[in-house]
């Protein structure tokens, strides 16, 4: 089976560094490094790290849009460009060289209206194919209500994908309790506590919140994420627990996209569900030890994943 990502708000990231942030001055910085980004790209750019093939389906326009799908193709990833209402937006990274201090300054992307999902969704329904896993991962663009995202799903699922939503904030509220049956739904410990509106102080208190989304329809299978301790997997019948490994920690940056990577690339392999669990928490693992931008390392990747251990929970 294939996968599709699908990511509705990109940007061009760019990374720089400069001795000291000093008000007032002209800072001189280094050549940027230049990436492309967002939830459903970066999903996608790990899949490929990790050895499997996703077509990234990507809302862009103007100039930055034009080259950030160049640069995709160029490292070699399928690409959909899907209609975007305005110009893609560009995010910048500072690292102050003196203290290491990272400053990240993140835009926002063009605003979308209704009409605009539509033309992207008429564009992005011909590309599933009835079985493919789908991946809508990111932040959803300015000007959308917090259900344009179920909206989305919903459709998505309609046409016969096997839908992975990766969110937060309002649309996943909204997506938790719309009952959509979705493939995956995840999410790490600060958006399960805030959906529950409560602390969940353990993994078996964690494991009882998927075992409650998987039972009102929300999904098939819940993955929940406790941040450095692991994260767990629960469907109607599977309870586990993964716990993360223990590995020098660059940057949080890109993990969750890596998490969602490994699991889903698994997932359309038919692999045992705790070796889904296995994937994703070591794609995680393995890509917190990298700058941002870079996602996970595969061959740190290989060597946790064979001293991983998924328990029943």
Not at 41 to 60: D, K
Not at 107 to 126: H, I, K, N, V
């Amino acid at each position: 089976m294939g996968i599709l990502t699908i990511t509705l708000n990109p940007a061009v990231d760019l990374e720089t560094r400069t001795p000291e942030l000093v008000p007032g001055d002209k800072l001189r910085c280094t050549p940027p490094r230049v990436d492309p980004g967002g939830g459903g790209i970066n999903v996608a750019r790990a899949i490929h790290v990790l050895g499997g093939q996703a077509r990234a389906a990507v809302a862009v326009g103007g100039p930055v849009g034009t080259g950030l799908v160049e640069r995709l193709r160029a490292a070699g990833h399928d690409v959909a460009p899907l209609p975007s209402p305005g110009e893609t937006r560009q995010n910048l990274s500072v690292i102050e060289e003196d203290t290491g201090a990272q400053y990240r300054f993140i835009f926002p992307g063009p605003d979308w209206r209704a009409s605009d999902l539509d033309a992207a969704l008429e564009a992005l329904l011909p590309l599933v194919r009835p079985g493919d896993f789908v991946v809508l991962s990111g932040s959803v663009p300015p000007g959308l209500e917090p259900w344009a995202l179920r909206d989305l799903a919903r459709a998505l699922k309609a046409a016969g994908g096997a839908v992975v939503v990766d969110t937060s904030g309002a649309p996943l509220a909204e997506i938790a309790r719309a009952g959509l049956g979705l493939k995956v739904l995840r999410m790490d410990q600060v958006e399960a506590e805030e959906l529950v509106g409560r602390k969940l102080a353990s993994a078996e208190d964690t494991a009882d919140v998927g075992s409650d989304l998987v039972a009102s329809g929300a999904a098939e299978i819940a993955i929940l994420a406790r941040g450095a301790e692991g994260s767990v997997l629960v469907t109607s019948t599977e309870r586990w627990f993964a716990p993360a490994a223990h590995v020098p920690v660059v940057s949080v940056t890109g993990a969750g996209d890596s998490f969602v990577a490994g699991a889903t690339l698994a997932l359309s392999r038919d692999m045992a569900l705790q070796d889904v669990l296995c994937w994703g928490s070591c794609a995680a693992s393995a890509a917190v030890t990298t700058e941002a931008t870079e996602l996970c390392d595969p061959d740190l990747f290989r060597v946790i994943l064979s001293d991983c251990k998924a328990e029943p929970i």
